[in-house]
C-alpha cells in the first residue's frame, strides 16, 4: 500500500501470478518461485520464457509462474524442455524439479540433457525427501535421515549413498554453468537469486545446460518446525551437499 509521500520499498514481482499458495508453512518453495520470477521480470523475458512443471510438491507450479508453462510426467522435464528448446530455439526453456524427479524417476533424461549440453535452465529443488507422497526416503536423503520408509535412519549398507547431484553433472561436457545455493538466510537468497539470473543469462546469450541446485526445507515431512529445519539445513545438509559453483565455463574462458 502506497502512503503518500513514502515511497514503496516492496512489491510483488510481475513474473509470478498473485494467487494463493498450495505449499505447506514454511516450505521454501515459495521463496525460490519469487526468485525466478523477479529474474524474469529483471531480465524482461516472461514473454519469452516457457517452464516446464515436474510431479512432487510444485507439481502446481504452472499455476504460479507469469510466463508460459508446461507440465510433464514425472522426471521427464529436461526431455519435455529439449523438445520444447529445439523446436522454440528463440526462447528460454527452464525445468523446475526436486530431488525425487530429477534426481530418481528423471535421472536419466537429466544426464542427457546435460550431456547434450541442451540450451536450457534447471532449478533443481533439494530437500532431501519426497514431499509430496508423504515423506518417503529420496536419492538424496543423508544417511542416517529417519523418513517414513527409513524409520530407523538411512543405512547406506542397504540403501546406498546420497548423489551429489551438481558435482556429477558437473562433469559431463555438456554442463555450462553448475551452482548449489540455499535459501535458509538472507544472504544466502541474495546469493540463490544472483546464480538464478547468471543461468538464466547464460540461457539467453545460448550457453549450454545451465542448473542451479537450491538446498531447501520441508518442515512438514521433516517433522520439525520452521526455525528447527533452517537449523539442520545448516548443520546436516550443507556439510554433505556443500555450497558453491561446481562448474562454470565462463570462468575457464576468463582464464584464457
Not at 87 to 107: C, E, L, R, S
Not at 178 to 183: K, L, N, P
Request: hydrophobic content about 40%; overall charge negative.
Amino acid at each position: 500500500m502506497e502512503v503518500k509521500d513514502r515511497p514503496i520499498l516492496f512489491k510483488p514481482t510481475t513474473g509470478l501470478l498473485d494467487v494463493p499458495t498450495h505449499y505447506c508453512p514454511g516450505c521454501t518453495h515459495g521463496v525460490i518461485h519469487r526468485l525466478i520470477g523477479e529474474v524474469m521480470e529483471e531480465l524482461d523475458i516472461i514473454d519469452k520464457t516457457i517452464g516446464v512443471a515436474p510431479v512432487g510438491c510444485s507439481v502446481l507450479a504452472y499455476d504460479y509462474f507469469a510466463c508460459d508453462m508446461f507440465e510433464a510426467a514425472h522426471g521427464r522435464a529436461p526431455a519435455v524442455a529439449t523438445g520444447i528448446k529445439r523446436a522454440n530455439p528463440d526462447k528460454i526453456v527452464f525445468t523446475y524439479q526436486g530431488d525425487g524427479d530429477i534426481a530418481a524417476i528423471g535421472t536419466a533424461e537429466a544426464v542427457h540433457a546435460a550431456a547434450r549440453g541442451e540450451k536450457i535452465v534447471t532449478i533443481f529443488v533439494n530437500n532431501c525427501i519426497y514431499g509430496m507422497t508423504g515423506g518417503q526416503m529420496a536419492p538424496t536423503t543423508l544417511p542416517g535421515q529417519k523418513t517414513e520408509t527409513s524409520p530407523y535412519g538411512r543405512d547406506v549398507a542397504t540403501a546406498g549413498f546420497p548423489i551429489r547431484f551438481s558435482e556429477m553433472l558437473a562433469q559431463l561436457d555438456g554442463a555450462y554453468y553448475i551452482e548449489r545455493v540455499s535459501v535458509d538466510k538472507v544472504a544466502g537468497v541474495a546469493k540463490t537469486k544472483k546464480a538464478i539470473k547468471k543461468a538464466f543469462q547464460n540461457a539467453i546469450d545460448g550457453k549450454g545446460f545451465n542448473m542451479v541446485e537450491v538446498l531447501s526445507i520441508c518442515p512438514t515431512n521433516w517433522g520439525l518446525n520452521t526455525e528447527e529445519s533452517l537449523n539442520w539445513l545448516r548443520e546436516s545438509m550443507i556439510p554433505y551437499y556443500p555450497l558453491g559453483v561446481k562448474k562454470d565455463l565462463d570462468k575457464k574462458e576468463e582464464a584464457k
